[in-house]
């Protein structure tokens, strides 16, 4: 597992990407990657080598989206693989964020 | 510098007043002994932190003497420091070996003397920390599974106070910790029927736990109170999302059983799919998760729709968690979705179901260890569920509450468009206990006659059109639209009660705004099923000991006479 963050768009666009099992032991260091970035509005979560997701990965996206604004947030999850994909589906999540 | 306490054994004198003249100049206290056994009696007696100890004594040697010390002193460590003026590597490894911890060479160096008591004093500070904080750790560890058992009778209190010991409900809840991630919960709702609820919190043990109790506390309060499970739903939302930390949610699957109705209707918010087996038919109906899990959406974005599916006796609905799909096995392969799907659709009967999936899934697993709670229940739709079995109430308690009383409540347009009072009324009468031995029936009385008032008055819908299946989805499109336009109306309800000894009378009242319906010939004993089915007329005849319409049928009057006499 490791979490790497790039800004894109004139630092308006925050990358995140997750690679192995997105899961609790992720907490802190995504937790990071979002937190150290000001000015972003646009963020774009980047699961194309996560291989797993477990709800605590739900729960992190979900305090991603609250300090990104809640409704008002942008945020993108690009990506995802199968599992990963009909993880996010049965939690209903593209009623949050934009799954691609 | 505090004073270290220092054991001397030596039988030779001169040696032994040369070293305690130089360890007691280094600020030490010093103890002599002049040979073993002495060691070993002033050891128990004074408990020194360390001794320097000659290793050839007459009587009792050093190495014998050490042995000694140390099996006293137990797990303190006290370190022993042989003097010795033997220098070859082989007597000073002996040493070591008979559980000594260090040797000085005579003739003695004062720095290093110096320096290794202090280094072992070090040693033996550290230990005694070591020892608190092991014994602290079990002290607070054993404090923690005390506490814990007792948060688990009063969980269990909470989350198993309902009804799924009922005849049509299997379930298996394994817990990975005291508590549980998962929750199951049943209830029997007054009217009959029931409501069945799979969370699954995320994480497990103190975090699940503290969400499962509120969430058990209004399941089985609203749901005893007559609430729909649309609203019992909505209040956990609710109260998850303002308890819960930004992150924690809790995934679940609800169930309203309608025995009356034949039907079912689902909520799923963030569990996998789930399968409604028919008892005389092979399909595999499946239901989806539609909405988000419960605690992740404010209450005024919070989508409360449900599903509902007709359900006959004896079809069987199955939920799980999603510990069962991602139970692994030794290779930490999941089970998956797929596999499950191929166990129930391999299965002879649907009775066979349940017990094909636990067998499945535990050859599956063969014992590896699981990282998620496997949660799996089966609810049988049964008739028998219609008879609400509320006992407990006592002779000695049928004559307390409330006895004589009576309250009026008159709804408005504005306030009937969204407000549905029945649980409302409902809650008040059970406050006297004959009337809660009834409960079931009671609430079926107030919902028709509430639901006539509402829809056949205030509305002015027809009645006849339920009794067509297109006429029935054209009620209640109507029925809606109606709602939606309601600008004034009202209907007015009245309860009466009076109690004598362990009997009583309610008599329950409703007027509504609308242009009533031709009531004469019912009045006058020409009942006609047909004409009046629509009106729930007949349901209530049979609790009610009187009913009377007057004015121009938009008012009616029920009489109840408690204990019923009707046989059973």
Not at chain 2, 259 to 267: C, K, N
Not at chain 2, 449 to 474: C, I, R, T, W, Y
Not at chain 2, 497 to 525: I, M
Request: proline share 3%.
């Amino acid at each position: 597992m490791s979490v790497r963050a790039t800004l894109a768009g004139n630092g308006q666009e925050l990358v995140i990407q997750v690679d192995g099992r997105f899961d609790f032991s992720a907490h802190q260091e995504f937790r990071d990657a979002y937190e150290s970035a000001s000015k972003v509005r646009k963020y774009i979560v980047d699961l194309g080598s996560a291989t797993y997701l477990d709800s605590s990965a739900l729960g992190m996206l979900l305090l991603l989206r609250d300090h990104a604004g809640g409704d008002h947030s942008e945020i993108s999850i690009t990506n995802c693989n199968d599992d990963v994909r009909k993880i996010l589906a049965i939690s209903n999540f593209e009623q949050l964020f934009t799954i691609q | 510098m505090t004073a270290y306490k220092v054991l001397i054994a030596d039988d030779n004198s001169v040696d032994r007043k040369v070293l305690s003249r130089v360890v007691r100049n280094q600020g030490n206290d010093v103890i002599e002994a002049t040979n073993g056994f002495e060691a070993v009696d002033i050891f128990t007696e004074h408990r020194p932190d360390i001794v320097l100890m000659d290793v050839m004594m007459p009587g009792l040697n050093g190495k014998e003497a050490t042995r000694q010390i140390k099996s006293i002193a137990e797990e303190d460590f006290i370190p022993v420091i042989f003097l010795t003026s033997l220098s070859d590597a082989q007597s000073l490894a002996d040493c070591l070996e008979s559980g000594g911890d260090d040797f000085l060479t005579k003739p003695y160096n004062h720095v290093v003397l110096q320096a290794k008591i202090d280094s072992y004093h070090r040693m033996s500070e550290m230990h005694r920390t070591l020892l608190n904080q092991r014994d602290e750790i079990a002290r607070v560890n054993r404090h923690m599974l005390q506490e814990q058992r007792v948060a688990k009778a009063v969980y269990d209190n909470v989350a198993h106070a309902g009804c799924l010991t009922s005849p049509n409900i299997r379930y298996e809840l394994s817990p990975l910790a005291v508590f549980n991630g998962d929750v199951l919960l049943a209830a029997r709702k007054p009217g009959g029927g029931m409501h069945v609820l799979l969370g699954d919190f995320t994480g497990h043990g103190l975090p699940a736990a503290i969400g499962a109790m509120p969430m058990a506390d209004i399941f089985y309060g609203m749901t005893a109170k007559g609430f729909g499970l649309r609203e019992v739903l909505r209040e956990i939302n609710q109260k998850l999302k303002s308890i819960l930390p930004v992150g924690f949610f809790c995934c679940a699957a609800a169930v309203d059983l309608a025995p009356d109705r034949q039907a079912a209707s689902v909520w799923m918010g963030g569990v996998p799919d789930c399968y409604l087996l028919r008892n005389d038919g092979e399909m595999i109906e499946t239901l989806s998760s539609r909405h988000l899990p419960l605690g992740v959406m404010s209450a005024d974005k919070f989508n409360d729709q449900m599903t509902e599916f007709p359900m006959a006796n004896g079809d069987r609905l199955f939920l799980w968690s999603d510990g069962i799909i991602e139970a692994r096995n030794s290779d930490g392969e999941m089970f998956g979705q797929e596999r499950l799907l191929n166990v129930v659709r391999d299965s002879a009967h649907a009775s066979d179901v349940y017990d094909d999936i636990q067998r499945a899934v535990d050859k599956f697993v063969d014992g590896s260890e699981q990282d998620d709670d496997t949660t799996l229940i089966e609810v049988v739709m049964a008739d028998a569920l219609r008879e609400e079995k509320e006992s407990g109430v006592t002779k000695a308690g049928i004559s307390q509450g409330p006895r004589d009383w009576s309250m009026e409540y008159r709804l408005e347009a504005s306030t009937l468009k969204s407000f549905n009072p029945v649980p409302l009324m409902n809650h008040i009468m059970m406050e006297v206990p004959g009337l809660r031995a009834i409960g079931g029936q009671l609430y079926t009385v107030v919902a028709e006659l509430f639901s006539n008032a509402f829809e056949h008055g205030v509305l002015g819908l027809q009645s006849s059109m339920k009794q067509s299946p297109d006429g029935f989805m054209e009620y209640y499109r109507q029925r809606e639209k109606r709602v939606a336009e309601l600008e004034e109306g009202f209907v007015r309800i009245n309860m009466h009660h009076t109690g004598v000894g362990d009997s009583g009378t309610l008599t329950l009242t409703l007027e509504d705004s609308g242009d009533g319906f031709d009531y004469k010939r019912h009045n006058a004993g020409e009942a006609n099923g047909n004409h009046y089915s629509g009106r729930g007329i007949p349901l209530i005849e049979s609790i009610c000991d009187s009913i009377e319409y007057r004015g121009k049928g938009n008012e009616v009057s029920v009489v109840i006479q408690w204990p019923l006499e009707q046989a059973t």
